[in-house]
């Protein structure tokens, strides 16, 4: 199945870790971005990439940190800088339109 | 910057009943106007989008209509089932942005059997 998956479905860290979420897409998809979902908000962007080995901050990039060293895989890591890094994670991916953009299941990330 | 303002945050219908979901946005160069549908605990789902270079655009129960010049853009869905009750999100995006999608804030809608 084509698609793009998200793991862990659940994630809980303590503060002062490091913690990293992963994205992979097989659907050959050139873009792929980081959002962050809060409580009755909307998607908010962390960051992007349009092509491997480059990435571009978003509207909330402190305290995260990216990597695209393969077409396939988007890893994000929150930071202990991340003030309040408790959300919903959201990855997606789009073709070189770079419109139509494709969503996983997401991650949600506890801080206890 | 853009900003998309979307109306209202809860929406609550009679099943069979239409829906309507509106969205203003800020940026005139904006052309790319895409919806979401997003069921709890789930990442969103595209469910219908629309270009600058059209005015409406139709797939079965649900519509999309764009006014250019009042820089508005609703959504529709007509006959309205239970299974529609999720939160749905507006965006807009322009072409020379790399893809950047900015959201609206959410609609809750409810469809009551």
């Known amino acids: 199945d084509g698609g793009i998956t998200q793991s862990p479905k659940y994630l809980f860290r303590k503060e002062g870790q490091n913690v990293t979420l992963s994205c992979e897409q097989n659907l050959n998809h050139d873009a792929m971005y980081w959002y962050r979902q809060d409580p009755g908000q909307g998607l908010r962007l962390i960051y992007y990439s349009q092509i491997v080995n480059d990435f571009q901050k978003g509207d909330i990039a402190e305290g995260y940190s990216v990597s695209r060293e393969k077409k396939e895989s988007f890893p994000l890591t929150v930071t202990s800088a991340q003030k309040n890094p408790t959300a919903f994670y959201l990855c997606?991916?789009?073709?070189?339109?770079?419109?139509?953009?494709?969503f996983g299941p997401g991650t949600r990330l506890t801080v206890l | 910057g853009e900003n998309v303002e979307q109306h209202p945050s809860t929406l609550s219908v009679q099943e069979g009943d239409s829906a309507v979901i509106k969205c203003t946005y800020s940026?005139?160069?904006?052309?790319?106007f895409p919806w979401y549908k997003q069921e709890l605990g789930k990442g969103p789902q595209l469910i219908i989008d629309i270009r600058s270079n059209v005015g409406e655009k139709k797939d079965q129960r649900i519509a999309v209509t764009l006014n250019k010049t009042a820089k508005h853009f609703s959504l529709h869905i007509t006959e309205t089932q239970p299974e529609d009750s999720a939160v749905y999100f507006c965006?807009?995006?322009?072409?020379?942005?790399?893809?950047?999608?900015?959201f609206g804030q959410g609609t809750e809608l409810s469809v009551k059997p």
């Open positions: 965006a807009a995006s322009k072409q020379n942005q790399g893809g950047k999608l900015i």
């Open positions: 940026d005139s160069a904006s052309n790319y």
């Open positions: 997606a991916s789009s073709g070189v339109s770079g419109n139509e953009q494709f």
